[in-house]
């Protein structure tokens, strides 16, 4: 593994870290105050009625007739009734190092922009040639990281690279069984086409995602993910985790490593 692999995986563990904090005090999609903690099962009831959605921002992708545009959950403070949303932020790369014919522009994956935020709750596409608009997802999810696209030029290994597809990763079904859709059911890793079309789950529906790690010589991502050994669709701590790889150049091309 290179330095500057190794690097990466650091970056992506101590993501990881760190929005485990933000996480365990409000990251779910249920309606909270801004000034309380959020109950240990606050997340989405799956029979729960049909809440809000409020847009925040376009994001541009390196194709200029693909625009998305992440769509969060209202809530409301307890105290004022006003409403709340999250914003969208972005995973960057916290090095200067920039190997020879490499230029990532920062991000943790050349050619691709990755995106998160508050109550995320779905993405929406948008063709402006078309002038056609859908979601990636047919009812609410909570999104842990979209990538898509980058608008900048980013080179990998001396060659321009861009992506035409998007990955997310999310939590999509009360796999736990306790009425919600939180952070203890299982994540999950999609596959959509440019078009936002096309969706396809890159792991298997029992797995769900801990970690990922970027090889810049294969263009390979490999995402640790653990199995649900005991099928009470939560990830525990003691279950074994293995590890899967994408094909960047074709994510047609999957498979497992360990």
């Not at 995986?9 to 801004?34: Q, R, T, W, Y």
């Not at 200029?64 to 914003?87: D, W």
């Not at 290994?157 to 597809?165: E, Q």
């Not at 086409?193 to 029992?206: I, S, T, V, Y």
Request: aromatic residues 14%.
């Amino acid at each position: 593994m290179t330095k500057h692999t190794f690097f990466l995986f650091c970056v992506f563990i101590a993501f990881s870290c760190s929005n485990d904090k933000l996480e365990s005090k409000g990251f779910a999609i249920s309606e909270i105050s801004d000034e309380e903690t959020v109950p240990e099962k606050s997340g989405l009831a799956k029979d729960s009625a049909v809440f809000q959605t409020q847009p925040y921002k376009v994001l541009l992708t390196a194709h200029p007739a693909h625009r998305l545009t992440p769509l969060f959950k209202v809530n409301y403070n307890k105290k004022t009734q006003k409403p709340f949303i999250g914003s969208t932020d972005f995973h960057y790369r916290y090095s200067e190092e920039i190997e020879s014919g490499n230029n990532w522009n920062s991000h943790l994956i050349p050619g691709f922009e990755a995106a998160y935020g508050y109550n995320l709750v779905n993405i929406s596409h948008f063709n402006t040639g078309t002038q056609k608009q859908q979601v990636l997802f047919e009812k609410p999810v909570l999104i842990k990281t979209i990538y898509y696209p980058a608008f900048t030029k980013d080179t990998l290994n001396n060659k321009p690279v861009t992506r035409n597809f998007y990955m997310v990763s999310a939590y999509d079904e009360d796999t736990n069984k306790d009425g919600m859709i939180n952070l203890q059911d299982l994540r999950r890793f999609y596959y959509f086409d440019l078009e936002g079309e096309n969706k396809r789950a890159l792991l298997p529906e029992n797995y769900s995602i801990q970690a990922s790690e970027y090889d810049p010589a294969n263009d390979v991502v490999y995402i640790f993910a653990k199995l649900d050994e005991n099928n009470n669709g939560t990830a525990d701590d003691r279950e074994s985790v293995h590890i899967f790889w994408i094909d960047l150049t074709n994510p047609e091309k999957t498979g497992r490593q360990l």
